[in-house]
T-cell receptor, first 112, second 118 residues
Framework: QKEVEQDPGPLSVPEGAIVSLNCTYS??????FMWYRQYSRKGPELLMY????GNKEDGRFTAQVDKSSKYISLFIRDSQPSDSATYLC????????????FGEGTQLTVNP | KAGVTQTPRYLIKTRGQQVTLSCSPI?????VSWYQQTPGQGLQFLFE???????NKGNFPGRFSGRQFSNSRSEMNVSTLELGDSALYLC?????????????????FGPGTRLTVT
């Protein structure tokens, strides 16, 4: 079983829709949670970084962490065609140091 | 502030050859990590360097090695290339503030080096 599970999609939505992306993890030692966006043939771009359970908002993006259920989410409001990319969740903890464990990535397409 | 840079961006090698990839972290960042990204396995951690020392290592064979220089720039080397080594190799840098809250902190990736082994 993978330490981080993420539905690979693909996910296709109309412009303006609210997008919900999710990951589950199995290791209770994971403490830090990130979402990266990766455009085709580019490196991952850090979108959100959270440390504790709860919500963190940045513009149209909201990251949500529920440590009790080991569930992390990313919500994108008013989605735009430019949001079309692969979204990767990642996590690590004190015992893993800088080693990030990634989900498989969800491929998102926002249609105009 | 300039981002993480990686050279070369594209590389084609033949089986059995060796290759060296280079990474320059964001100015002031002291930790450099390397990842391999393939369609089948996704992003997998290779190793991390901090203050010229390997601090963490993933589950890759000894053919994969790296080093870090005093200016925090890093190189990774793959010897005796195999077809399965074809991948996007990504470098990430982080500030690595020793405060426990930030340890393992935000990592910023470069554009990657796409290696094709024929």
């Amino acid at each position: 079983q993978k330490e981080v599970e993420q539905d690979p999609g693909p996910l296709s939505v109309p412009e303006g829709a609210i997008v919900s992306l999710n990951c589950t993890y199995s290791n209770s030692a994971f403490q830090y949670f990130m979402w990266y966006r990766q455009y085709s043939r580019k490196g991952p771009e850090l979108l959100m970084y959270t440390y504790s359970s709860g919500n963190k908002e940045d513009g149209r993006f909201t990251a949500q962490v529920d440590k009790s259920s080991k569930y992390i989410s990313l919500f994108i409001r008013d989605s735009q065609p430019s949001d079309s990319a692969t979204y990767l969740c990642a996590t690590n903890g004190e015992t893993s140091g800088s080693r990030l464990t990634f989900g498989e990535g969800t491929q998102l397409t926002v249609n105009p | 502030k300039a981002g993480v840079t990686q050279t070369p961006r594209y590389l084609i090698k033949t089986r059995g050859q060796q290759v060296t990839l280079s990474c320059s972290p964001i100015s002031g960042h002291r930790s450099v990590s390397w990842y391999q990204q393939t369609p089948g396995q996704g992003l997998q951690f290779l190793f991390e360097y901090f203050s010229e020392t390997q601090r963490n290592k993933g589950n890759f064979p000894g053919r994969f090695s790296g080093r870090q220089f005093s200016n925090s720039r890093s190189e990774m080397n793959v010897s005796t290339l195999e077809l399965g080594d074809s991948a996007l190799y990504l470098c990430a840098s982080s500030l690595d503030n020793r405060d426990s809250h930030l340890r393992g902190g935000e990592q910023y990736f470069g554009p990657g080096t796409r290696l094709t082994v024929t």
